[in-house]
């Protein structure tokens, strides 16, 4: 069974610093990886996604991730964090043949930023 | 295109009573997806539908728990009986078919939710 696991529930940084936001799969084939993040009482917005190519790709508000298949990691990075990124974020895991219908999210990274 | 609109965004009610829960997806997107989330947790999928036709149901869709997209536009999700660990964010998606782009694959367009408080 796919599964997803992001091993910070909670992460704080200053304005202006990196972030990195860590994410690990399990999953038998080559998967589809998302990055999702959710403000206080919205949905869940796209941030970037990985289907195949190159393993560094870019998503919106400046934040990239890079997939790397021996860690089996999706890592979400941004070299400079504003404050309006405070939000939670989710790494989810689906499959890259499109035969299954449905993502698995992790449990979510609650990103406070300091001013 | 608005986007995936949700109704009711905020929903009180009481143990045993009925609630409904409205889904209107992105006009030109075969797939709506049903999706719940609890406090502290990720969205756990629910149940899918292709145009009108429900594809999928998690073992989380006890019998208390319906859904349906009757024209293969709008969805409702129903639950009866409510108990008060049915309190949560109820999440609809919708997406385009795999196949119709890469870029559409399971790519998931989310609304901003249902939350559902059980007294």
């Known amino acids: 069974a796919q599964s997803v696991t992001q091993p910070d529930i909670h992460i704080t940084v200053s304005e202006g610093a990196s972030l990195e936001l860590r994410c690990n799969y399990s999953?038998?084939?080559?998967?589809?990886l998302f990055w999702y993040v959710q403000s206080p009482g919205q949905g869940l917005q796209l941030l970037l996604k990985?289907?195949?190519?190159?393993?560094l790709v870019q998503g919106i508000k400046g934040f990239e991730a890079e997939f790397k298949r021996s860690q089996s990691s999706f890592n979400l990075r941004k070299p400079s964090v504003h404050w309006s990124d405070a939000a939670e974020y989710f790494c989810?895991?689906?499959?890259?043949?499109?035969?299954?219908?449905?993502?698995?999210f992790g449990s979510g990274t609650q990103l406070t930023v300091l001013p | 295109d608005t986007g995936v609109s949700q109704d009711p965004r905020h929903k009180i009610t009481k143990r045993g009573q009925n609630v409904t829960f409205r889904c209107d997806p992105i006009?030109?997107?075969?797939?709506l997806y049903w999706y719940r989330q609890t406090l502290g947790q990720g969205p756990e999928f629910l149940t899918y539908f292709q145009n009108e036709a429900q594809l999928e149901k998690s073992r989380l869709l006890s019998d208390r728990f319906s859904a349906e997209r009757p024209k293969g536009s709008f969805s409702t999700l129903e639950i009866q009986r409510t108990e008060q660990g049915d309190s949560a964010m109820y999440l609809c998606?919708?997406?385009?078919?795999?196949?119709?782009?890469?870029?559409?694959?399971?790519?998931?367009?989310f609304g901003a939710g249902s939350r559902l408080t059980v007294l």
């Open positions: 006009s030109e997107h075969n797939r």
């Open positions: 998606a919708s997406s385009p078919i795999p196949g119709q782009g890469v870029s559409g694959a399971n790519v998931l367009t």
């Open positions: 989810a895991v689906g499959p890259s043949s499109g035969s299954a219908r449905q993502l698995t």
């Open positions: 999953y038998g084939a080559t998967p589809y």
């Open positions: 990985y289907f195949s190519g190159d393993t």
